[in-house]
């Protein structure tokens, strides 16, 4: 939660509140007043970490872990008086913690659920690579590439993110994080839950120019170069292992670097070898906003001869297979489907399906 708040935009309030519209005198005169910003405007929440069960009124609720494309997922057990009800979240078998959510079937079925209310992204899908496959076809794509290899994946998918760290180790390249991922490297690491180090020696923490562009210049002040700087990333600047484009540029045979669509701004600056490759590891577009965005990841790789690009992927929920597997395993007397589109698929995979309707309640 402090990562996602602190580094991006869209989950800025996780761990603070911004209070809006909230005044004070000016220093200069103080009967004239001026908006208050900043960390003015910040107001802490309380956050308490819990372990095991917590009880509410007559419910009791149990957070299980399971494998997604993203760190902390979920599922849960809620006992209630009228029956215990498991709703399976987001989930996966084919990550590197499938494990995990074997767990969690096993959990969920010893509970005997009433209700099992199940995600159904992918009911319909039987196909589609896991993450072991994955790194291999990157490293296929890798073959032979004696200059920059880029690549694009979500930035907080830490699974995906492992397989690139693992590319690069086999390869003899290092991974070239941004400063985002390096920060969720850094507290994960620090709360010890196997991920690596972004001090690790396969790593190397990427340094974009902003603001001034004075990093890697000389000539300027200190204060100017991290005034260009968030306060949660300036710690990266005196990593051993920070390198600039000046860095990736002189030696691109030795690096695998993160280049998203918000960071293709970079290439004008690494400039790419001949020769060099893009590996686009995130899901095709499904809407019409994601296809221009494509249009225009298109139009930058085709200026820098990056074009064609190698796709490789695979998704963050279980296959229909597995959805059924895990269902009849689970065993509920109801089920309910949700996040799907083809909530019809569930019929008959128990003993009574229901598929929820907008705005209706439900009762067990």
């Known amino acids: 939660m402090q990562a996602l708040s602190e580094t991006g935009a869209a989950f800025s309030e996780l761990m603070v509140m911004k209070e809006a519209f909230r005044f004070r005198p000016k220093k200069t005169n103080p009967l004239e007043y001026t908006k208050m910003k900043g960390v003015e405007v910040e107001v802490g929440r309380k956050v308490k970490e819990l372990e095991g069960p917590v009880q509410i009124g007559k419910m009791k609720i149990e957070a299980v872990p399971v494998n997604h494309s993203l ?5 849960y057990i809620v006992e209630t008086p009228s029956g215990t009800v498991v709703y399976t979240g987001d989930l996966r078998f084919h990550g590197y ?13 010893e509970a005997e659920p009433k209700l099992l209310i199940s995600e159904g992204t992918r009911i319909d899908s039987d196909g589609g690579l896991t993450e072991e496959e994955v ?12 200059k920059l290899v880029l690549a694009n994946w979500p930035v907080r998918d830490t ?43 396969h790593i190397a923490v990427y ?6 562009g004075t990093l890697g210049e000389e000539g300027w002040p200190e204060n100017i170069m991290l005034a260009d700087y968030a306060d949660w990333e300036k710690e990266f600047l005196d990593y051993e292992n920070m390198v600039t484009y000046k860095d990736v540029k002189e030696s691109q045979e030795e690096y695998l670097l993160r280049c998203d669509f918000f960071e293709l701004a970079e290439l004008i600056d690494l400039k790419p070898d001949k020769g060099s490759v893009y590996i686009r590891s995130v899901v095709e577009p499904f809407n019409e906003e994601m296809e221009l965005d494509e249009k225009r990841v298109k139009n930058w790789l085709a200026h820098f001869g990056l074009l064609p690009y190698k796709q490789t ?18 065993a509920p007397e109801m089920l309910m489907p949700v996040h799907t589109e083809k909530p019809e698929k569930f019929k008959g995979l128990a003993e009574k399906v229901v598929i929820p309707k907008k705005g209706r309640k439900y009762e067990i």
């Open 207 to 212: 340094m974009r120019r902003k603001g001034w």
């Open 97 to 109: 913690g499938g494990h995990l959510t074997e767990a969690f079937v096993k959990k969920a079925a």
């Open 159 to 201: 699974d995906r993110l492992r397989t690139f760290y693992e590319v690069a180790k086999k390869s003899g390249r290092k991974l070239a994080i941004c400063t985002k991922q390096a920060y969720i490297l850094k507290m994960l690491y620090d709360a010890k839950v196997g991920t690596p180090s972004p001090k690790d020696k």
């Open 135 to 146: 790194k291999g076809e990157i490293l296929g794509h890798m073959e032979g590439c004696k």
């Open 71 to 75: 760190p902390g997922a979920c599922g």
């Open 313 to 330: 992927h695979c998704s963050g929920h279980a296959r229909g297979p597995e959805l059924k597997r895990m269902i009849e395993a689970i």
